[in-house]
């Protein structure tokens, strides 16, 4: 069964840390792998990511895709209160026909 | 541009009766696909459409639980009859032909008594 897990599932940080979260999955025919920020109902997207090794950037929010370890990391710098949200974990399997989400991590950035 | 929009926001109804959810994806945007999200888990897909042909439905309840995209465009899920388990907020999100990312919809929130 097509899964991903994402960690930690909870992180309190003060503004100004840097955050790691994780995600790993197991899913057939693997796609492609996208990072959605969640503040209050709708999931926002953030990044997609296909090939291994190639990071992407957008601001203080980095994410990098490790095939070989079936796995990603989203990284966040100088992080602010307003980073205060659930980071979600998607992966596309089966030739984009099949999409699972992750259960998410919820940040929060205390001032 | 446009996003996608959904209505109503908010339905509270008794176990037993009938909803229907309404979801119009951005212009343009071949592929829809409705979640229901469970409070404190990630969205769970329901069904996936490719214009108005069914990719995936492997995990949406048919016994109580139907969508539709007549015209490839504007999509309708219904749940009949609810059960207090359905309690969740329902995404609608879309993206276009080609590309995995998904531009998601405010969500309706249903609350089943």
């Known amino acids: 069964e097509d899964k991903v897990v994402q960690s930690p599932l909870s992180l309190v940080v003060h503004e100004g840390d840097t955050v790691t979260l994780n995600c790993s999955y197991e899913?057939?025919?693997?796609?492609?792998l996208l990072w959605y920020k969640q503040e209050k109902k709708a999931p926002t997207f953030l990044f997609m990511l296909?090939?291994?090794?190639i990071e992407k950037k957008s601001g203080r929010l980095s994410s990098i895709l490790d095939k070989k370890e079936l796995s990603s990391i989203l990284n966040i710098t100088a992080t602010q209160t307003g980073d205060s949200a659930i980071y979600l974990c998607?992966?596309?399997?089966?030739?984009?026909?099949?999409?699972?989400f992750g259960p998410g991590t919820r940040l929060s950035v205390l001032p | 541009e446009a996003g996608v929009a959904q209505s109503p926001r908010y339905k509270i109804i008794e176990k037993r009766q009938s909803v229907a959810f309404w979801c119009n994806p951005i212009s343009g945007h071949a592929t829809l696909y409705w979640y229901q999200q469970i409070l404190g888990q990630g969205p769970k897909l329901l069904i996936q459409f490719q214009n108005n042909g069914v990719v995936d439905d492997s995990q949406l309840p048919k016994d109580r639980f139907s969508a539709e995209r007549l015209k490839g465009v504007d999509s309708t899920l219904k749940i009949q009859p609810a059960k207090l388990e359905d309690s969740a907020v329902y995404l609608c999100?879309?993206?276009?032909?080609?590309?995995?990312?998904?531009?998601f919809g405010p969500g309706t929130r249903l609350t089943v008594l």
């Open positions: 296909t090939s291994s090794g």
């Open positions: 999100a879309s993206s276009s032909s080609g590309t995995d990312t998904q531009y």
């Open positions: 998607a992966v596309a399997g089966n030739y984009g026909q099949n999409f699972v």
């Open positions: 899913v057939t025919n693997f796609r492609s």
